[in-house]
Structure formats: C-alpha cells, structure tokens
C-alpha cells in the first residue's frame, strides 16, 4: 500500500474516540475521525471522571472551556438503609495530578468541546459516515465508509475501534469478549432540577435490600439517580411516569423536577480477548465494560486514548519498531480489569436484595469501619511492562505541582521529557530537557527535588501519557528509553 489517506482513522466519536483523534494530531499524526451519527448525542451518560482525566483534557488545552460543566466532588458514600456509612471515599479539591480527585460534568458539554477542539486541531471529522467493512494489508487498512454520498474506501496506517459496546470493528475482527458474570438491570433517571428545590449535593449509593439506589449531583442543576429493577419486574412497568414520580417522592420537589432521560441498563464487567489485531486497535467500550459504582467507565476508556496516541505517533515517525504497540494491551488490560473488580466488588456490597443478608452485610461492614478499616479501595495500580524500566516509580503517574495556579504539565508538551538536576547537554529528539536548575522550572523545582529524593533518584524519564518510565541517572535512562522503543515487544 503506497498511499494512505490518513496516518490514523478512527472509528466512533464518543469522547474516547475524540480524545485519542485529538491527542493523535497533537502528536502530528493526519487523522480521519468519523461517527455513524449526524449529531452529538443529547443526553448525560457518563457521569463523573477524576483527576487523571482532567489532566488529559488539560493536554488537549479544554481544561478552562470544560470548567463551567463540572462539579467537583467531596466525598463519595455507601450508605445502609438507615444512612449509616458503609464506606465513605473523601475526595481532594487538588490531587497529586494537578486538579479535583473527582468531577461530576454533563457529557454532551464535554463531547461538544470535544468534537469542536479536534476539528480546531486538523482532524477531519466525517458525521453519518459509518465503517462498513475493513481489510489488512502489510502495511495498512483499507476501511469501507458509507455515508450519504454513497461507499468509499479510506487507507490508513493505522485504526482504532472506539464504537462502543456493540462495536462493529471487534465483531469484524471476530474478537470475542471474557464475562465477569455480573448483570444487574437499572433504572437510570436524569432530571433538572432549580437550584431553590434542589435536593442536597451529594454522591451516595443508598444499600437498600429493598430496592438499591443510587443519588448522585451533576453539574449544574442535574441530577441522577439509579434504581435497581428487581426480580419480577418489568422494565416497561417501572419506566412508566407515574413509577418514576414515586421513586422520586423521597427526595421531595418531584413537581419541579424536568426528566431529561430515562433509560434502562444492564450493568455488566466484559473484557475483549484481543485489543489487538495487526494495525486495528479496540479502545473504550469496545475493549471494556464496567459496572458503574466506581465512575470509572469513561475513565478506563480515555486512559486507553491517552496510552495508544503516543505509540502510534512514535512508529509512525520511526522513532519506535511496531512492536511496541503490543504493550498497549499488556499495560491497559490489568488495569481496566482491576477497575472492573473494583466496580463490581462496589455493586456487590450495594446490589444485596435478601434483608437479613443486608443486615449481616451492614452489622459486618459498620463493625470494621469502627476500627478504622474499609472494605473497598479506589486506590488503582501502576502500569507495569516492556515499556518501563526496572526501577522505582516505573509506571506510575508523574505529579503535576501546581504554583500559583500554573500547572507543571505546560512545560511538557507532547514528548517523552528527561527531568533532573545536571543534566547532559546533548539530549535527542524528540525528548524535552528540564533541568531543574533552569529558571522557568524555578516555580516546580523544590516539589520535583522532593519527589527525586523519595525514589532515591537523580533523574526521571517521563513518557508523552504522563506516566513514569523510569528514574535514575540521566544517561541511563536514555539508553534505556533508546532500547524500550527499538527492541521488539512479545505479543
């Protein structure tokens, strides 16, 4: 294939597909963008994200645009029928990572800042286009769009299945997917509500064995809540407006509430068994799927985008062999799958319908909180493999000191970036220098000093996703990082 229309197509413009089109331009990589839908889908899915991805919005520069349409969070409770607390996760107002441990927001503000911010980009953005067909070659993928002016063929180097749960790409890649054999239905209800008649802003899943719920403050004047469907009942019966009014009741104002959406889902944990296959990627909803307790499902696919644009842009520049991008799959899976343990370890404490289990659940769990201790930990792991080095702090997230509310990352760009003190004067591109004796770093300096005295380090190489390669002296994490991007990776 001598000709390539695009360096990267991909294929569904949810915010992962936005996110790793975006980050992918950033990079310098030609980027065809397309969507089966003409517009943006009206209605809040999603629901929170955390600190980490507001960083990656940050590299995208929507960070500002964005604020209006969130909400940070506090604190996030379990809580037993009587609102006594079963777990309690309080949230930093400024994490290690430069911003909130949480955020609540409205997706169609966010994928309308998105889609407008990738096409500012360069992104060629194609709506009501679907992928109808793809092959490989050696070389790259010829993908079949169909649109309204009729079928055409695209050539990339490269694609990326970001179409969701049902995704065309992976069935057309026949990979399959590995179950969790957790299936829960809910009611999910959005509502507007004015501020004056607002019910309280909190997040709480309500641990009722009578009917699980869960309550949680939106931005602005949203809300939403979920309720367990239980056995025996019909999902049409319990949609019914009337229903819905005396689900509501509880949390009063239900006559000044205007219903923005409702729905019924299943809340499962699925992994695909291939991420993989050749030059064609599953990222999001393709890939993974996972309950929602943990508010880490738009999360896990986003740190997908984060972790792929990068790669490709390396192989694509011949700075990396194409091996490397098998560690796509190798770092992602056990974290989104410890993500998925983590959600559904949260629904099954919430999801128990017997009430003498509930109430030994309740009596178990308060009596172990009373000692200090707590069932459940959002505390998710490092990345590990071929692509970090053997050494402290290797795949970790590097922080992100804030002076004066200037965030550190604006010094990093979009490159793999050396920083310590004395470093050598010769540094390959496209690796940035920051020497921690250069003025413009004078503001960060004393927080990366203590940070490099905590690893025992002199130096540290910071990969273009934020996360830690590896730290130590200077000159051996260049022939290290050298030596990650040149030498092949096992599939």
């Known amino acids: 294939m001598r000709h390539f229309d695009c360096d990267l197509l991909v294929v569904g413009l949810g915010p992962v597909g936005d996110v790793v089109a975006g980050l992918a331009r950033l990079q310098g990589l030609s980027v065809i963008a397309i969507d089966k839908s003409q517009a943006i889908y ?29 909400r940070i969070g506090d ?81 990339a180097r490269y694609v990326t299945g970001c179409d969701g749960a049902s995704s065309l790409i992976r069935s057309t890649l026949g990979v399959g997917l590995s179950d969790y054999d957790f299936d829960e239905p809910w009611l999910v209800i959005d509502a507007e509500i004015p501020s004056k008649h607002a019910p309280p802003v909190v997040a709480q899943q309500i641990c009722d064995a009578a009917r699980p719920i869960t309550h949680l403050a939106m931005a602005g ?62 990222a999001g909803d393709a ?10 499902g738009m999360c896990a696919g986003i740190r997908d985008a984060v972790n792929l644009a990068w790669k490709i842009a390396a192989v694509v520049r011949g700075e ?25 370890a949260m629904g099954r404490v919430v999801c128990v319908l017997d009430a003498k289990a509930a109430a030994a659940r309740d009596a178990e769990m308060l009596a172990r909180r009373a000692t200090g ?12 493999g071929a692509l970090f080095s053997n050494s402290a702090a290797a795949g970790s997230l590097f922080p992100q ?11 990093l760009g979009n490159s793999p970036a050396l920083i310590g003190d004395d470093l050598p004067g010769d540094v390959p591109a496209p690796i940035i220098r920051l020497d921690l004796g250069d003025d413009r770093l004078a503001p960060y300096a ?39 991007l040149k030498t092949p990776v096992a599939a």
């Open 75 to 155: 604190r996030y409770q379990f809580l037993t029928a009587n609102r006594e607390i079963l777990l309690d996760f309080p949230l930093a107002q400024t994490g290690p990572y430069g911003w909130a441990d949480s955020y609540a927001f409205h997706q169609p503000a966010l994928e309308s800042i998105l889609r407008k911010r990738i096409g500012a980009l360069g992104v060629d953005v194609r709506l009501g286009v679907a992928a109808t067909g793809l092959r490989q070659t050696d070389d790259g993928v010829e993908v079949t769009l169909e649109g309204a002016d009729g079928a055409q063929t695209v050539r």
């Open 287 to 296: 890939a993974h799927q996972t309950p929602p307790f943990a508010g880490q």
């Open 320 to 344: 990396a062999e194409g091996q490397i991008l098998d560690s796509y799959q190798e770092e992602r899976e056990p974290h989104a799958r410890v993500v998925i343990e983590t959600a559904i």
């Open 373 to 384: 201790a707590q069932d459940v930990s959002i505390a998710y792991p490092d990345l590990s």
């Open 42 to 70: 009206p209605l809040p899915r999603a629901a929170v994200f955390d600190g980490e991805i507001m960083r990656v919005f940050q590299m995208l520069g929507i960070e500002d645009e964005l604020g209006p349409y969130t």
């Open 221 to 282: 004047d949203r809300f939403r809540w979920e309720f367990m469907i239980l056995p025996g009942e019909a999902p049409d019966e319990i949609s019914r407006d009337d229903r819905i009014r005396e689900l509501l009741a509880p949390w009063g104002a239900v006559e000044h509430m205007r219903i923005d959406r409702k729905a019924v889902y299943r809340f499962h944990g699925l992994v695909a068994d291939r991420w993989r296959v050749g030059r064609v990627f599953l």
């Open 401 to 411: 000191p804030v002076v004066n509310g200037r965030r550190f990352d604006i010094l």
């Open 446 to 484: 004393d927080a990366l000093r203590a940070w490099l005295r905590e690893q025992g380090a002199s130096s540290v190489m910071v990969r273009p996703d934020r996360h830690v390669f590896g730290v130590g002296e200077a000159e051996q994490l260049l022939a290290d990082w050298e030596h990650a």
